[in-house]
């Protein structure tokens, strides 16, 4: 089972992530994981990656759906997995379908600006002030 977790900022993917790769056995995939790692690991996309960051750019979608498609070869992905806030932009959607890679579930969390607002509000807390 491949599901996509969608949703704002602060709208609780990470918790309700966490709880459906849990329930259904599957690994959370999560790109900004990826990126940190393969860049961690000086591997050749990791490289290729941190430069775009390091100048200010956005990692082109063609390195992010390798990596996505990396990953998926990895055998805890077997029987599936969760994607954490990706695809971002409908070309890496259709990127996904070209790369044949097949979407069960999309789930979208749907959070009242108001409620956002108040749960990131709440994260910038800084206590010593």
Do not use: W
């Amino acid at each position: 089972m491949r599901v996509i977790l969608l949703g704002a900022p602060g709208a609780g993917k990470g918790t309700q992530a966490q709880y459906i790769s849990e329930a259904f056995g599957i690994p959370q995939i999560s790109t900004g994981d990826m990126l940190r790692a393969a860049v961690k690991a000086a591997t050749p996309l990791g490289l290729a990656a941190k430069k775009v960051m390091d100048d200010g750019g956005l990692v082109p979608d063609d390195i992010i759906m390798t990596l996505v498609k990396e990953r998926l070869e990895q055998s805890d992905c077997a029987n599936g997995c969760l994607f954490d806030g990706f695809p971002r932009t409908l070309a890496q959607a259709e990127a996904l379908r070209a790369k044949g890679i097949q979407i069960d579930h999309i789930i979208e969390i749907s959070v009242p600006d108001e409620e956002i607002i108040k749960r990131m509000s709440g994260r910038r807390v800084h206590l010593a002030s």
